[in-house]
């Protein structure tokens, strides 16, 4: 079998980022994968949007919702019993959005601490009212002071 020309294999054992807290953790379980073990990628897309609504939820200081994913990338499969991580940071703000760059990390073999990066996205949050439709961002100033 002939190795495919460009491609080159995904670090293992990277470690997850230094100094940096995760906006999620969690463990997909049998129902989350096909019956390969292969957790499915709209689970994963699930999640990645879960984690990034975190940081774009505190600097709307209230409701936002998901307006694009802007890009998404599976760089390694993610498997049943891996321990993902979901590291979220905010990269655009604008005058009621925000961007939003999610990476995705899973622990595998955890006695052997084996890390991971299997996804990479942004996507876009708009701020939302009660009403639903798009709302202006509050200053910054005005969330540092609450």
């Not at 100094?19 to 990645?48: C, E, H, T």
């Amino acid at each position: 079998m002939t190795k495919p020309e460009n491609v080159t294999p995904s670090p293992v054992n990277i470690g997850l980022p230094a100094g940096k807290m995760p906006q999620l953790r969690v463990m997909p379980a049998p129902s989350d994968a096909n019956v390969y073990g292969d957790v499915f990628g709209g689970w994963i897309m699930a999640q990645v949007d879960i984690a990034g609504s975190l940081p774009a939820t505190r600097r709307a200081n209230g409701r936002v919702a998901t307006i694009a994913v802007n890009s998404f990338l599976f760089k390694n499969p993610v498997f049943v019993g891996d321990l993902l991580s979901f590291y979220a940071d905010i990269v655009k703000v604008g005058n009621t959005s925000i961007t939003v760059y999610v990476e995705v990390y899973a622990e595998r073999n955890r006695l052997a601490a084996d890390t991971v990066k299997v996804t990479e996205a942004t996507l876009t949050y708009v701020a939302t009212g009660e009403d639903r439709k798009p709302r202006q961002l509050p200053p910054l100033e005005s969330l540092l002071h609450v």
